[in-house]
């Protein structure tokens, strides 16, 4: 029996444009080959940086393209190594790492269905040493897929100029959406002083293109640059340049639709999947991204179950690796079929029904 991943939080292989990519990569190697084969700028090609920097409205200086976003958080570790970060309870556990590896206290604030609560960060805020950060994904957050409300996104920015935080904000699923109203980001509500902006092209063309970015205050971008010059010289060129082409050519948009569409049937199916099999349960409602977050009876262990679901052909993510309680898991629509994810549910859902064996 082949195992279903309801873990990865990948695109499904459809979803990338391998034949364009292979054309951009040849035309850009093309046009400017002795560029982007060459060292170069450590801050990124510099026409990505132009598109990136039009986009949000600032000089290009404050763009820092990376190798995967990631990399930029273990720049921002390395920066403030030691020191307290803010983060969502539960969030992303990659960062969780990185920030521990380099010294870095995180202290959870607390979350709900419309996302942070402020009240909860404006505590956070009062107790202890001034955190460098705060880190959020505020727009189909992984892994809970829950969106911050407008009202909260306006009143975060306030508690932000009030107690002089800086805020990074991580989006790499906000394009990503297959329903509702898209939000402003905190970036354009605060207006890039004392908000940070990360995203990336890995949800929206290629992961493997390892194309991240940040949106920096001029002083921190000039020292994350140094961390970078030092850490590997020259950034990957060829892959920025072929993104670059990608977005030249006027694809990203199209492009997205595609994802949006390919995306969009699989969440369908997750939501339509657990409303059947798991009653029982609750779970969030994105409406975009990748991922729902699953909290099942309270007593069940979903780390626990993690041995006989992978022995039953399904796998996922517990929820306590994200800093959420035992009883939540997060589930991945991302990169299986819509009949694999129903397969993967159904399984899920007849191990939550039969009592672990002592």
């Excluded at 932000?160 to 990503?176: I, K, M, N, S, T």
């Excluded at 049937?265 to 990748?290: C, I």
């Amino acid at each position: 029996m082949e195992t279903i991943s309801l873990a990865r939080g990948n695109p499904a292989h459809e979803c990338i444009p391998v034949e364009e990519l292979a054309s951009c990569a040849r035309a850009a190697v093309e046009r400017d080959g002795s560029t982007v084969l060459s060292y170069g700028p450590v801050g990124g090609y510099q026409p990505l940086r132009e598109w990136i920097a039009e986009r949000h409205g600032v000089d290009p200086a404050r763009v820092l393209v990376t190798n995967g976003s990631l990399q930029g958080m273990v720049f921002l570790a390395e920066r403030f190594r030691a020191g307290r970060v803010l983060v969502e309870a539960p969030t992303y556990d990659r960062p969780l790492k990185i920030l521990a590896a380099h010294g870095v206290e995180t202290t959870p604030v607390a979350m709900d269905d419309e996302g942070l609560e402020p009240d909860a960060l404006d505590q956070a805020l009062r107790v202890g040493e001034k955190p460098a950060f705060l880190y959020t994904i505020p727009t189909f957050q992984n892994p809970s897929g829950r969106t911050l409300s407008l009202e909260r996104r306006h009143r975060l920015v306030e508690l932000a100029r009030q107690h002089e935080l800086l805020v990074l904000e991580d989006d790499p699923y906000g394009l990503v959406r297959y329903e509702g109203a898209s939000l402003p980001t905190l970036f354009a509500l605060e207006g890039g002083e004392r908000v940070a902006y990360s995203s990336s092209f890995s949800k929206t063309i290629a992961p493997g293109l390892r194309v991240g970015y940040f949106v920096l205050p001029a002083p921190l971008e000039r020292e994350l640059e140094a961390l970078a010059l030092s850490t590997y010289i020259t950034p990957v060129l060829l892959g920025q340049a072929t993104v670059f082409e990608f977005l030249r050519r006027g694809n990203f948009e199209p492009n997205l639709e595609r994802v949006r569409s390919l995306l969009g049937v699989r969440r369908d199916a997750m939501l339509e999947a657990l409303e059947r099999e798991l009653p029982g349960a609750r779970w969030s409602h994105p409406e975009g991204g990748y991922f729902i977050w699953l909290e099942l009876p309270e007593g069940t262990d979903t780390a626990a179950l993690l041995g006989p679901a992978g022995e039953a052909g399904v796998t996922y993510v517990p929820g306590a690796d994200f800093g959420g309680a035992q009883n939540t898991a997060r589930l991945a629509f991302s990169f299986v079929s819509p009949d694999e994810i129903k397969e993967g549910v159904r399984r899920l859902a007849a191990l939550v029904r039969e009592p672990l064996p002592v």
